[in-house]
């Protein structure tokens, strides 16, 4: 794939923090156009996201460099380069729903109204962020044979070279971007707060869990699963209590 997106003189602009960065965008505008369905203002959107993506980015970094840190021992000035790729998504929704939690209360703002505005969002984010892990060949498969396979040659990515490889990153963009349809198409099926919320933690954490299979990089171990797979069942299951909690009394 395309590591660098742009390298002209002393311009250098990487893939991966480009499309990181259109992610928080789109994220935003859909945010906001969710906002007023919840009779909120949009014009909060801007203000809150800017903890969040703070906050997304250094849990996610925290998560990556966890689960493996040997890379960063000899040189951990590497760690502040996420730019280039290596971000573990579910570190940073840990770490952005803290961070809003403790905003949007500071702020007298109703936190589940602004997680269900939000939800949607997020997976907005997911689809069009993953395509930055795609580009920067983070987040690569195991090696299969698959005709959809892809091959990474570009000699700074950070896949195993010309090796057949499941296209996980595309796996997870698609599963936000279904994620984010139905989130929005059944917005007035969900009507107690928070359940929506909810909702998008069991979608999210299933996908992950199913996708953790076929990825290839390390990701910690916990008997047959991963590190990933663990959070995500423990996540799963608190949006599962969401749904159902929420959904016994509506507006709640």
Known sequence: M??????????????YGFFIALAFVLGMRVAMHEAPHYGLNPQFVPDLSFYLIIS??????????????????????LILQFWKGGLVFVGGVVAAVATAWAVIRIKGQPFWKWADAFAPAIAAGQ?????????????YGKPTSLPWAV?????????????????????????GLVTCIALLLLRSKL????????LFLVLFTLFRFGIEFFRGDFRGAVGPFSLTQVAAGIIFFLGLALLWRKGRTAHA
């Open 2 to 15: 395309h590591p660098i997106l742009i390298d002209i003189g002393p311009l250098t602009i990487h893939s």
């Open 151 to 175: 091959t990474f040659t570009h000699p700074k990515s950070l896949a195993p070279l010309h090796i057949p490889l499941h296209p996980t990153q595309v796996y997870h963009s698609l599963a």
């Open 56 to 77: 997304a980015i250094a849990g996610s970094r925290l998560l990556y460099v966890l689960l493996d840190p040997r890379p960063f021992l000899n040189d951990p000035l």
């Open 127 to 139: 689809f069009l962020g993953r395509i930055g892990c795609l580009m920067a060949g983070c987040c």
């Open 191 to 198: 009507p107690g707060y928070g359940q929506r919320f909810g």
